[in-house]
């Protein structure tokens, strides 16, 4: 009912046609130009020229272009298959170690889609040891997630890639099925390079490997300081919005984790040694004792993503077969409504100012009048960013896209408010 403010209960575009196509798209890039925005571009051939230096710092200033963006795709096709007919998500291959539950969108008529695949496994509420081995895979995951170049340059295009099943967000996803803890990956966007992006991550989670104790020893003083954030800003809301059980079974044995990982670094070099040795093995036994349930929603087709099932099971088997017997969650997770659509930000240079760059902000949409110029405002703007810098680099000029998150939400209700 949350979502439902925003958009339409017929048409999430208020009550217009459904599909969104290269026209309405590229219409809606053609308002970033200069005369639009005012923002002072300058161009690439003054690369490394001129006498512009920093007041501050005395050295010039250098006009850099990133390079290519291999995730930004180049159209938007919509694709459809005979699940759009289909009233929910169907579980449509399974067998003894793994299963595919898969729809076709139907909804929002957008080419963004989402893959998800979740361990099924009992390990971690074995023990309190186990939670904390639990939760250091999946932060040292995530860690290797958002420091990779590759995984930068796809979120800058639109694909998000997100670690499933970490504490803080244990709120977020609170499916249990037969005492078993769901974790795993999610990506979405709408490249169509997502299985490549969702099995990179796989592999990280497969591959990772506490070399030395200075790893451990980061690992865990990073993880310390989340369990203690997470004591402090997370329970209340999570006990008065879905109250005591769920703050019971995910936020009870937080203090108890973070004293066992204040026990490991009062631990001598071999007790260090073993923990290790330990960790290794539940990293083993967490591949090859779960029962994995992939989950493809959205603009993709029924063989797209049967085939991404296969590679997704073939690489899991290379590490071993499942032998943990589960009982199959019911469901996934739904298709993402989109979040209300605030501003983007521009940023340029500006030889006539004291400062390097300067910005400003502005809104693509009235989001007041018109539903459907909200939801293209959330649609473009999230997946906008390297296209629109590329974009300004073909017209020799500088700047960038940056997405809604940039903005408070206290500051952008005052905005809408105001009705400027």
Not at 106 to 125: D, E, G, M, Q
Not at 139 to 151: K, M
Request: hydrophobic share 35%.
């Amino acid at each position: 009912m949350h979502q439902r403010r925003f958009f339409g209960t017929k048409c999430w575009l208020g009550y217009t046609p459904f599909q969104f196509n290269n026209d309405t798209i590229n219409k809606c890039l053609r308002e970033i130009k200069p005369s639009n925005c005012a923002v002072l571009l300058r161009s690439q051939s003054f690369a490394g020229e001129g006498g512009f230096e920093e007041p501050a710092h005395s050295y010039p200033r250098e006009f850099r272009l990133p390079e290519e963006n291999k995730y930004v795709i180049k159209n938007l096709p919509q694709k459809v298959d005979d699940s759009q007919s289909w009233p929910a998500p169907k579980r449509v291959l399974r067998s003894s170690t793994a299963e595919l539950w898969f729809k076709t969108d139907s909804k929002f008529n957008i080419p963004r889609a989402y893959i998800c695949v979740n361990f099924l496994t009992n390990l971690a509420s074995k023990n309190i040891k186990n939670q904390v081995m639990m939760d250091m895979l999946l932060f040292a995951t995530a860690g290797q997630c958002q420091g990779s170049h590759d995984f930068t340059l796809a979120s800058e295009a639109g694909i998000e890639c997100r670690v499933l099943g970490i504490f803080a967000d244990a709120a977020q996803d609170n499916r249990v099925t037969n005492n078993t803890r769901p974790v795993g990956i999610m990506v979405s966007g709408y490249d169509p390079k997502l299985p490549e992006i969702i099995l990179r991550a796989m592999d990280m989670l497969l591959k990772f490997r506490l070399h030395n104790m200075d790893i451990l020893g980061q690992l865990i003083n990073q993880l310390q300081g989340a369990y203690q954030g997470t004591m402090i800003g997370d329970p209340l809301r999570v006990c008065s919005e879905l109250g005591t059980r769920l703050l019971i079974n995910n936020y009870y044995s937080l203090p108890e984790r973070l004293e066992f990982t204040r026990d490991i670094l009062r631990s001598d070099f071999g007790l260090l040694q073993q923990f290790i040795m330990e960790f290794h093995q539940f990293q083993q036994q967490l591949i090859t004792k779960s029962y994995y349930q992939v989950h493809i929603e959205g603009n993709m087709t029924q063989k797209e993503a049967t085939d991404i099932y296969k590679q997704i099971t073939k690489l899991a088997q290379a590490k071993g077969p499942g032998s943990l017997k589960v009982k199959s969650a019911t469901s996934g997770p739904k298709i993402r409504n989109h979040e209300m659509p605030v501003a983007c930000k521009v940023a340029g240079m500006d030889p006539n100012s004291e400062m390097t760059f300067c910005s400003l902000t502005w809104v693509l949409g009235k989001f007041q009048s018109s539903r459907r110029l909200s939801a293209l405002a959330t649609f473009v703007s999230s997946m906008m960013h390297q296209p629109a810098f590329d974009y300004l680099r073909t017209k020799k000029a500088l700047g960038y896209i940056a997405g809604s998150r940039e903005w408070s939400r206290s500051g952008v209700k005052e905005w809408i408010e105001s009705g400027e």
